[in-house]
């Protein structure tokens, strides 16, 4: 169904999905080459443009892990609307304090009580090489309207829309 889809719109499909999801599990992979995942707050009122930034401490194991091997994923899940996304890109570590002080929200005291002057304050910022998304019907009607007539007609469940773009 995303063969309709031109590139432009794959990226705003990616970009509507993401924008209502504020957790992104961030994957990077440890020194012992098993993956590792961890939850990461996206900022929501960041505009999704091919990047994603995530506030973090320097000095922590996430970092150490996506500078090590700067391959990483983030995966977005909103389950109640069927809407899914994976990214992959490689992965940054900002100090830059203007791009700080352009992301910073006021509730992120929670995590850095210093603010934008917190010592080991800096940005993670991926650059997304290629996603992917899913995004089915959100209704359970919808849903189950859909496996009936799958299950009626023979036919494979048609889920909704899925397509792969690349950055």
Do not use: C
Not at 33 to 58: C, I, Y
Not at 112 to 123: M, Q, R, T
């Amino acid at each position: 169904m995303s063969d309709t889809l031109t590139h432009d719109e794959k990226i705003q499909k990616v970009r509507e999905i993401i924008k209502d999801i504020d957790f992104g599990m961030l994957t990077t992979v440890a020194a012992d080459g098993s993956l590792h995942s961890r939850p990461m707050s996206t900022n929501k009122n960041v505009d999704f443009d091919g990047d994603l930034w995530f506030f973090t401490k320097a000095s922590t194991l996430k970092v150490d892990e996506a500078l090590a091997h700067h391959q990483v994923n983030v995966s977005f899940t909103q389950p109640k609307d069927q809407r899914y996304v994976s990214v992959a890109g490689t992965a940054e570590l900002v100090r830059d304090k203007e791009k700080i002080k352009e992301l910073w929200e006021p509730e992120l005291k929670a995590w850095f009580p210093d603010g934008v002057d917190e010592p080991d304050l800096a940005l993670l910022k991926i650059n997304v090489e290629s996603a992917e998304f899913w995004e089915g019907p959100s209704s359970f009607v919808a849903f189950a309207a859909g496996m009936v007539k799958a299950l009626a007609t023979g036919k494979s469940y048609d889920g909704g829309q899925n397509g792969r773009v690349e950055f």
